[in-house]
């Protein structure tokens, strides 16, 4: 479990092909990795991986092929957002996130708005149905609020610290991302489609013995 506020910034150096996946090493010197441990979860970009090698400043890390298919930015040489699992003692500065990615979405705009940044996105399939005004969403690992839903766009406002301590500061238009929901937006969502399936329906009678 993460809250979606970056720790450190991370650079993918490394990239060997598995039989079902691949293996990362990433460069993470300013996230202290003392305290880290082989079997630890850190997100990368929003996606929980688990630590199999350390190194003073890496650690490596194994990404399946379902992994890869619906996420984004784990690629060599790409820039990374990391945050180590949360602690129990740890403040929730941010909101509840478990860094399995809902799906891909695309930055329509990245602009600078007064001292800030305006951010819109293309949230793809059906991902629109969990984003609410005023509700939490993680991009590529970062929690934001959500400003504004259009369609199937939403729009957030990015300050001056998350611009210049995350990859934010590189986003472009264009660039995809990794979106995930609320935690407790599924939950209502699932909750929603049972109500309406058992909607008309009647309890059968106990078969007469």
């Known amino acids: 479990m993460f809250t979606g506020i970056v720790q450190g910034l991370g650079h993918i150096e490394s990239v060997k092909e598995l039989a079902a996946g691949r293996r990362l090493v990433i460069h993470a010197p300013t996230l202290g990795l003392q305290e880290v441990q082989p079997g630890d979860s850190i997100a990368v970009s929003g996606v929980c ?45 941010g909101h509840l996130v478990t860094g399995h990615v809902d799906g891909v979405g695309v930055v329509l705009a990245y602009e600078p708005k007064g001292e800030s940044h305006f951010l819109c996105i293309s949230a793809l399939d059906d991902l629109p149905r969990y984003l609410a005004r005023k509700g939490s969403v993680a991009v590529n690992g970062v929690s934001l609020t959500i400003n504004e839903v259009k369609d199937s766009d939403f729009e957030v406002n990015i300050i001056p610290h998350t611009h210049a301590v995350t990859t934010f500061s590189s986003l472009e238009a264009g ?33 007469v013995l």
Request: aromatic content about 6%; charged content about 30%.
């Open 49 to 93: 991986l688990t630590v199999v090698s350390l190194f003073p400043e890496h650690f490596e890390v194994d990404v399946s092929e379902v992994t890869l298919d619906g996420t984004c930015g784990l690629e060599l040489g790409m820039d990374v957002n990391l945050e180590k699992a949360l602690r129990l003692s740890d403040r929730l500065g």
């Open 175 to 207: 660039d995809p991302v990794n979106i995930e929901v609320d935690l407790l937006a599924r939950y209502v969502e699932r909750a929603r489609f049972w109500e309406e399936s058992l909607e008309g329906q009647t309890t059968a009678s106990p078969p």
